[in-house]
């Protein structure tokens, strides 16, 4: 039990420096020679964990998702409305890509690796572009408003959003005059929605 | 004089197989080697005109860098107002990161070498926070509209842009029902400017 709880204890702390490394210079440009100095931990031992970088990516894409999907979990149990829910997860995902490296390097790895639509983003962004139909159909969003040009945008701006967050965790100090990611966002959706909504907030 | 021409010819057909690769794959994804295979030229060649890696990149970032500068010089001596200016260089701008792989390229190597603000979002971005404070200044924004909320946007749709771009040109043809960027990006122009714009197009 003790060896288990010690082997788990392991696993976490090459995740978190698997994804620092990841985030940070791409799965192209990390090692598991690297991975293994960063986190403090013998080769040996980082290989009978995770028997190749493959594997370690794949743990992180994983908890990445599984972080996405439950704060969409969390929104669309909260009886918002489809464009109130909308905005509420995409602060909420802002949030995770800002203070959550494993989520960061998930959204990266996901889209080194799969060339279509990244991974990550696909575990919500055909949710908004649902719950922005409904907006639409509900007569949330001002006529000739087009829900899924809203809903590419939406993608495009967290996208945005993302590397602008990577830039500055690892970039110089400058880029924290822009404050946290989140009242950014929240600053940027009071601009869209008064164009879009039918009734914007003051 | 035949002898630099060949030289020239031999330059240009490596930076665009360069180009491909970076753009594929990234600056640590890509090798020499394999660019030399791409372009069908001699790895001895390759190494003749370009003695490093690095070197081809620095010649795609100075091309990419050039055509911006070059959309940036002819927008801005159009005599559009300041807000139509911004929408006009943001297209052309997406037009050439769709047809032109150099720009593309050089655009994911700014940003995968600087870790600071993309080295080619900074040739023209300072220039649309300069156009749209100046067009809040002269009445084209709607009251409380901040002109550097909307600068920060425009920079994050175009970076979205530029990676739906590239998912697309080499993945799956599902994405091409997107339709072109150019008038993807129309349509979110005209999603953004009834918001913004205190006298936005019909």
Redesign the interface.
């Known amino acids: 039990m003790v060896k288990q709880e010690r082997a788990a204890r392991t696993r976490k702390i090459l995740v978190d420096a698997a994804a620092l490394e990841f985030d ?6 990390t090692s598991l020679a690297r991975i293994s100095k960063a986190a403090g931990i013998s080769s040996g031992a980082v290989t009978f964990h995770f028997a190749h970088k493959g594997a370690l990516a794949g743990a992180i894409l994983g908890q990445g998702r599984a972080a996405a999907r439950e704060v969409l979990e969390k929104v669309a149990g909260d009886g918002a409305d489809p464009l109130g829910a909308t905005v509420r997860l995409t602060l909420e995902l802002a949030r995770l890509l800002e203070s959550d490296v494993v989520v960061r390097a998930a959204a990266r790895l996901a ?2 690796q ?5 991974g990550w983003y696909c575990v919500w962004l055909p949710t908004v572009r649902q719950w922005l139909a409904e907006a639409g159909a509900a007569g949330l969003l ?1 006529p ?3 829900s899924d ?2 809903a ?2 939406v ?7 993302e ?2 967050i990577r ?1 500055r965790a ?3 100090e ?2 924290a005059a ?1 404050g946290p990611a989140v009242e ?1 966002l929240e ?2 959706w009071r ?6 909504a039918t009734d914007p907030p003051a």
Chains 1, 2 share one sequence.
């Open positions: 940070r210079d791409g799965y192209e440009g889209r080194e799969s060339r279509t639509l990244p001002r000739g408003v087009q040009v809203l590419t945008t993608g495009y701006l967290l996208t945005g959003l590397l602008r830039a690892f970039g110089p400058e880029g822009d950014q600053r940027i601009l869209v929605l008064r164009g879009v």
